[in-house]
């Protein structure tokens, strides 16, 4: 079964940054959609970044644009999320995940609920003090 792999989660204070990575070993991260989402606890799963392949579309989440990157090294076959300006309110686990169903990302919000993404890693944390 394929799995995407996060890494580089961590503690930073309040106004930091932070960078973290999706991976894959046995899956062309560039035929892809690949999606960024987080989950904080007692909240729902919310997509916060995207980013297609051909075009380079990306898409952020409201409360992110501005402060998050999202990017894609084909060469290390791996997607990053440059965060800037944290804040307490962006703590949650960090996943990553394939869209399989499109090589764009979707452009509505509430696209990305109902199993389009797939191929999901374990997490990172990603906790932001005050």
């Known amino acids: 079964q394929v799995q995407l792999v996060e890494s580089g989660g961590g503690l930073v204070q309040s106004g930091g940054s932070l960078r973290i990575s999706c991976a894959a070993s046995?899956?062309?991260?560039?035929?892809?959609?690949i999606g960024w989402f987080r989950q904080a606890p007692g909240k729902e799963r919310e997509a916060v970044a995207c980013?297609?392949?051909?075009?380079?579309?990306?898409y952020y989440l409201d409360s992110v644009k501005g402060r998050f990157t999202v990017s894609r090294d084909i060469a290390k076959n791996t997607v990053y999320l440059q965060m800037d300006n944290l804040n307490p309110e962006d703590t949650a686990v960090y996943s990553c995940a394939a869209d399989l169903y499109d090589t764009a990302c979707p452009v509505s919000n509430s696209d990305y609920d109902g199993g389009r993404f797939g191929a999901w890693g374990q997490g990172t944390q990603v906790t932001v003090s005050s």
């Open positions: 046995r899956l062309p991260l560039d035929h892809y959609a």
């Open positions: 980013i297609s392949t051909s075009d380079g579309f990306t």
